[in-house]
């Protein structure tokens, strides 16, 4: 029988910069050696969401916590209509903001073709936003609204505009450091939204790295929003979100089956299956994959802001991948089965991992 989780989505977290937002994710510099650039992530997943919960409400009240995200969107359109912008599908060629053709797998064909049953070959813009009022209507799409801001950030001397050098001090806390911040700014008039079970106060709230202070409003979802998200998924239904399947140790492209302990034996539940696989696949349309990481917070750490404990590093399926079962789920993402999602720490799941939508 499926384990049940009450993961249904009642709330919209939007998220309003008040300045820069963090985008780094990546190595430290040193004075000597200034080669190489700090890695960018952005927008933050809802894993840094999770974190603001857990700073306010602490880690025990959160435990049947479900977040999803990251999208983004205008904020007056948010607060008054709830229309944001989530991963276009792959198979919805844009091209100058405008939907051109509409990707159809053909089973006889083996092949995904357009309306008119042909393979088109162009040049299609990539990273584009549906909006998800227009999900089962799409007619052209935006881009991402935010802007890279890369700074340096040195140990200067206290009286001497110099970066600080090991040689110069025996004092660990005084030896140099120096990294490269990938900051990002946001338009004035967009905002980041996070889908959650769970109510956060409004609020100032420190986001991400180096404490960027963003405002914080919550919303109850709307009907129209909740009625799209509790569609049963059937035979066909796009990434919003990116999916980590598999184990702990493998990734895989759609969710196996594995027995206690995480061992590399699976179980054949479904004679009809895939192998190991849980779901029946016929095929997907995907892009490259992306690596996927987050950080959970230390109660140890006497800092508590500087979290310390690093997730395994693992490969993701990027949000817009299409997938074609040969037979349907029969069930929204909410009700999905727990043990389909890896777990280190709190499972996958918590954070809208593979969150989908039916096309």
């Known amino acids: 029988m499926d384990k049940q989780t009450n993961a249904e989505f009642k709330y919209l977290i939007l998220i309003e910069p008040l300045g820069f937002l963090y985008g780094s994710a990546g190595r430290f510099l040193s004075p000597e050696n200034l080669v190489g650039r700090s890695g960018s992530s952005f927008p933050p997943s809802a894993a840094t969401v999770s974190g603001i919960f857990a700073a306010n409400y602490g880690n025990d009240a959160i435990q049947n916590l479900y977040l999803a995200g990251a999208f983004w969107g205008k904020t007056e359109d948010v607060k008054s209509q709830q229309n944001f912008y989530v991963p276009t599908p792959l198979t919805y060629l844009i091209k100058n903001g405008k939907l051109h053709h509409k990707l159809s797998w053909d089973g006889a064909k083996e092949g995904w073709f357009d309306e008119k049953g042909e393979a088109p070959v162009d040049k299609f813009d990539k990273g584009t936003w549906l909006a998800i009022a227009d999900w089962n209507n799409p007619t052209k799409v935006e881009k991402s609204p935010w802007k890279p801001s890369p700074h340096l950030h040195p140990r200067l001397e206290q009286d001497e505009r110099r ?145 310390k404990v690093l997730s395994r590093g693992r490969y993701a399926v990027p949000a817009g991948t299409v997938y074609v079962l040969k037979k349907p789920l029969n069930q929204p993402w909410q009700d999905w089965d727990e043990s389909w999602f890896p777990k280190e720490g709190p499972s996958l799941k918590r954070w809208g991992c593979g969150l989908a939508l039916p096309l």
């Open 163 to 307: 970066v600080v050098r090991k040689q110069d001090t025996n004092d660990e806390e005084q030896q140099g450091s120096l990294f490269l911040e990938n900051a990002v700014q946001m338009p004035q008039d967009t905002c980041l939204v996070y889908l959650s079970t769970h109510n956060l106060e409004p609020g100032w709230y420190r986001f991400g790295g180096e404490g960027h202070l963003v405002e914080i409003t919550c919303l109850e979802l709307n009907e129209q929003n909740k009625a799209l998200l509790s569609q049963s998924i059937e035979k066909q239904f796009a990434l919003i979100t990116p999916a980590v399947w598999g184990s702990n140790r493998l990734s895989y492209r759609y969710p196996i089956y594995l027995q206690k302990g995480d061992s590399q034996k699976y179980k054949q539940e479904d004679p009809e299956s895939n192998d190991k696989n849980v779901w029946s696949v016929e095929t997907l349309y995907t892009g490259r994959s992306i690596p996927f990481r987050y950080r959970l917070g230390d109660h140890n750490n006497p800092q508590p802001h500087q979290p």
